[in-house]
């Protein structure tokens, strides 16, 4: 059974810092690419950042040179630091990890639940 667990969110002033944290349990296949995604009310889910199995990182431009995305491949977890929190930051954030299945190579996508991160100014 696949479970993804996602901790960090809360209410935090303009200008302060949270720390989303995401561990998986369950994935018997190699872990591809682990990010984070976020949805606001009104808009669509979109990609924060992500990173790949070798270290590779990808930022959304809203998030470059504020949040930083990282991995541990050992325990299965990645992490994403947000500094200078702004609160057109204010969504419902979504762990995602692609994983490949060895034998048919096709990917394997895995959500988390979601938490929520409000930015007040």
């Known amino acids: 059974q696949v479970q993804l667990v996602e901790s960090g969110g809360g209410l935090v002033q303009a200008g302060g810092s949270l720390k989303l944290s995401c561990a998986a349990s369950g994935i018997i296949f190699p872990i591809n690419t682990m990010g984070w995604y976020r949805q606001a009310p009104g808009n669509q889910r979109e990609l924060v950042a992500a990173i790949t199995s070798g270290g590779s990182t990808d930022y959304a431009d809203s998030a470059k040179g504020r949040f930083t995305i990282s991995r541990d491949n050992a325990k299965n977890t990645v992490a994403l630091q947000m500094n200078s929190l702004k609160p057109e930051d204010t969504a419902v954030y979504f762990c995602?990890?692609?994983?490949?299945?060895?034998?048919?190579?096709?990917?394997?996508?895995?959500w988390g639940q979601g938490t929520q991160v409000t930015v007040s100014s």
């Open positions: 995602k990890i692609t994983a490949q299945h060895t034998r048919n190579k096709v990917p394997l996508d895995y």
